[in-house]
């Protein structure tokens, strides 16, 4: 059968959104872009885990924040949302602290009652918290059973500092420390309206903008957050031995700069060329031609003031060694020689594949727009990195590794038996 | 709601098409009605490991994944115990690269000793990271062949243990790829914003050459209840003691599907259902909990699980969660309740068909069982159950008699 011909994507439409600034500076962008009967609001705080000075403050605040209003129980909000079918999503990084709500476009206005209790209004039970922190001591213990969250944390230590604020992590036992008090004095001095925007996309009305609006501008003014995250303190080796574990998780990488460093977008494209898709020279080696692995990839990712490059595979322990070397050695490879057409031209189409697909749906479009608000660009900025992964050269990608990828700077970390 | 229209190829080969005028992107979705249920007991996981051999080329396509990046498209797979279903969505001008592509590997894949070497370390490792690296890891493969004596879901379906993947030949790998991977044993579905009549003829180019092959017979999936209740305790060094009972439900098919579906929500169905807010939250019995339905074609099974806070024991978790149980079929379910859990199957339902994969994915998954009215049909059968149905169904098969209990013991 003879092969269809390749119709070249025309770049991706990027949808652009409207920007409404309430009275007191909150921005809220808009999308209208879905007639499936659907909305989802987020409501985005400059309140991530590296603003805490009391540790899990930052994640018990977005976590507890729907466990008890002035007006509504913890169940009774739980009940209100459940009836209509609508779900809530709290999600913390260690720079942002994200609220989303999806509803069924008839029932919005149900969920935007709730959602207003829960950002404006909170009351932060104390039996509630004293119940959460119990919860998530048990699950962090659980969590730190497994090998693969080990090594995230080994990891975030090794390359920033146990004590840098995008790679401390905490006992478990400073969940019997953590007092409502903290949790309410994290929310009176990060969720003001400073520290705020919000997205507000689907099927949407001019009553679902205006009622976000009347949410938004309820927000008490604060202080403005400034800070200057230090420089990282990295080691070039860190292991820890995991008894009977059967694979070893592998990290490699360094910390780095973020999106808005001229060289970021360069090693994205390095990053997805040699962990970022099936094809990739991580996983043709250590799984296609080595069978060490079920998966390897390679990110870069971004942080507020800083970011990182990772590799990362978990491989039979007897390979340990063999797959360490076979990862650097694929590294070695990126500086030392340029990249062909052939495959720089399969990552760019990786690439705008990924942002198509997250396009698709309604609801991926509002977290393109999260990520470049939270970056202080808008949806313009999507077209110019699109741009970039076009222009790039092997040349520049060979140069922009060799400048960052030597054996040398990178760190290892290994967890497992 | 999703529409389609669909068209069987003179070989057997169902095809099914959804307009989507807003997406730019098209999904195309191929499902073999092939699943570890059709395994033989010496050769479990071979269903999956098949699944990974799909991708390991062609004569005319040595690679499968470069003409998919080409096209800026993405592909992957599943198995279940019931079907195993491979999607690819590129934006909708190169839909047919994903046509082209599947067409190809359903009947000229190659198979050789060496490929089967590497896909078998590979499929051996998953086995290791997922069931055997991980605390809880095992507990399918008891729990399953504590409930299941005869059915051949009995084994999960990674398998029974890496040998059964390290035995495979290379000739039971091509008989199982003849007998399962064949137009009347497929279901090409594809989402999009093209018209149902351009998929149909655009299937007919690319499948209308492959051969006419008797459609594939599936064996007996039957599975007679327990006759008295099950137990085993597994000292580990786990996290958490943790228990899950399980009981055998009824068939995909079966109104009692439904109930089991709308009793583990009125459970466990977000967060003001009835054992995160009683064990969870008020009497802390559990750190986690959850209760759910497996969801196979033939009988699956409805789970009760959770992980035990420090300080309780096993006798008061499980004599909690058949509190819940009773409950449920001695006091009357209120009209509020049961409306919320119903609400709740219709937003899902919505939030589920967002985007062109989820469409293409859910079109072959109802044509695989054979009804397709239920596509858009199912919110209406869970609107009818009655509170008194679900009672009855708690009271009659939800009973320590008909249980499999499985405990996790942390060694000290």
């Keep these: ?417 | 709601m999703i529409d389609f229209k669909q068209h069987t190829l003179a070989n057997g080969l169902r095809v099914l098409a959804n307009r989507d005028e807003c997406s730019g992107m098209a999904a195309v979705n191929i499902l073999y009605a092939v699943g570890s249920a059709d395994e033989s007991a010496e050769r479990t996981g071979f269903a999956h490991l098949f699944e990974h051999l799909m991708f390991r080329g062609t004569p005319a396509v040595p690679s499968y994944d470069t003409p998919v990046q080409e096209v800026c498209g993405e592909n992957n797979a599943f198995t279940s115990a019931d079907y195993t279903d491979f999607y690819v969505t590129m934006p909708k001008e190169n839909f047919e690269t994903g046509l082209w592509l599947e067409a190809d590997r359903m009947r000229g894949l190659n198979i050789d000793a060496e490929t089967l070497e590497v896909e078998k370390s590979v499929v051996i490792e998953e086995f290791r990271q997922r069931y055997l690296n991980r605390p809880y890891g095992e507990q399918w493969h008891t729990l399953r062949s504590m409930v299941y004596t005869t059915s051949p879901y009995r084994w999960p379906v990674i398998g029974l243990t890496p040998d059964h993947i390290r035995e495979a030949s290379v000739e039971e790998v091509r008989a199982f790829y003849d007998r399962f991977y064949i137009p009347s044993g497929a279901i090409l579905s594809v989402s999009a914003d093209i018209e149902p009549e351009r998929v149909f003829e655009a299937a007919e180019r690319y499948f209308g050459h492959l051969p006419t092959l008797p459609a594939p017979v599936r064996g007996d999936l039957h599975q007679e209840p327990l006759a008295g209740p099950v137990r085993k305790v597994i000292e580990a060094p786990v996290p958490a003691d943790q228990i899950t009972i399980a009981f055998l439900m009824d068939r995909r098919s079966e109104r009692g599907y439904y109930i089991c579906d709308l009793l583990t929500d009125l459970l466990a169905g977000g967060e003001s259902a009835r054992i995160f807010q009683h064990l969870v939250k008020q009497k802390q019995i559990f750190s986690a909990a959850n209760a759910y339905i497996t969801g196979e074609v033939g009988e699956g099974l409805l789970i009760l699980t959770g992980q035990l806070c420090s300080g309780v024991t096993i006798e008061q978790a499980e004599e909690a969660l058949y509190e819940e149980l009773r409950l449920l079929s001695e006091e009357p379910i209120g009209e509020y309740e049961l409306q919320k859990v119903k609400n709740k199957f219709e937003a899902n339902i919505t939030f589920g068909e967002l985007n062109v994969m989820n469409k293409a994915m859910n079109l072959g998954y109802y044509a695989m069982l054979g009804d397709m009215a239920l596509l858009n049909g199912e919110i209406d059968i869970y609107r009818s159950i009655t509170a008194e149905e679900i009672a009855t169904y708690v009271r009659t098969r939800l009973v320590p008699q008909r249980s499999a209990t499985l405990i996790y013991r942390k060694t000290k």
């Design chain 1, 1 to 417: 059968m003879q092969r269809p011909p390749i119709n070249l994507t025309p770049n991706p439409r990027v949808p652009h959104t409207t920007l409404h600034t309430c009275d007191n500076g909150t921005r809220l962008y808009t999308l209208h872009n879905s007639k499936q009967g659907v909305v989802r609001v987020s409501f985005i705080f400059r309140a991530g885990t590296s603003w805490q000075s009391v540790p899990f403050s930052a994640s018990a605040t977005i976590n507890t924040l729907s466990e008890g209003t002035e007006r509504f129980s913890s169940l009774e909000i739980a009940e209100r949302l459940d009836f209509v079918g609508s779900y809530f999503d709290a999600n913390i990084d260690r720079d942002w602290a994200v609220l989303t709500y999806c509803s069924l476009s008839k029932f919005a206005a149900e969920t935007f009652e709730i959602a207003e209790q829960v950002v404006l209004h909170p009351t932060f039970p104390e039996r509630e918290v004293g119940v959460y922190c119990a919860k998530r001591k048990e699950q962090l213990i659980v969590q730190r059973s497994k090998p693969d969250h080990l090594s995230r944390e080994l990891f975030g230590q090794s390359i920033f500092g146990a004590d840098h604020p995008y790679g401390i992590t905490s006992p478990a036992e400073a969940y019997d420390r953590l007092t409502r008090e903290d949790i309410a004095l994290f929310y009176s001095t990060h969720y003001t309206a400073e520290n705020c925007f919000a997205v507000l996309c689907g099927d949407i009305t001019e009553e679902h903008i205006a009622h976000t609006k009347a949410i938004l501008e309820q927000l008490p003014h604060g202080v403005i957050d400034k800070r200057t995250i230090p420089a990282p303190a990295s080691t070039p080796r860190a292991e820890l031995k995991v008894d009977g574990a059967v694979q070893s998780c592998l990290k490699i990488g360094r910390p780095l700069f973020p999106r808005t460093h001229p060289d970021f977008v360069p090693m994205q494209i390095i990053s997805t060329a040699l962990g970022g898709y099936f094809g990739s020279r991580l996983m043709q080696n250590l799984r296609e031609r080595h069978g060490y692995t079920y998966g390897a990839y390679a990110a870069m990712i971004n942080l507020d003031q800083s970011g990182y490059f990772v590799m990362s595979a978990d491989v039979a322990s007897e390979y340990t060694e063999a797959a360490i070397g076979e990862m650097l050695h694929e590294v070695e490879r990126f500086c030392s020689e340029p990249m062909g057409d052939n495959e720089l031209q399969m990552v760019r189409n990786i690439i705008f594949g990924d942002v198509m697909r997250i396009f698709d749906g309604p609801f991926g479009v509002a977290d393109v727009t999260i990520e470049n608000i939270q970056n202080s660009t808008d949806n313009s900025y999507t077209e110019r990195f699109l741009q970039q992964v076009a222009t790039c050269t092997a040349e520049q990608l060979q140069q922009v590794a060799a400048k960052y990828l030597q054996k040398d700077l990178l760190t290892i970390t290994t967890v497992g038996e």
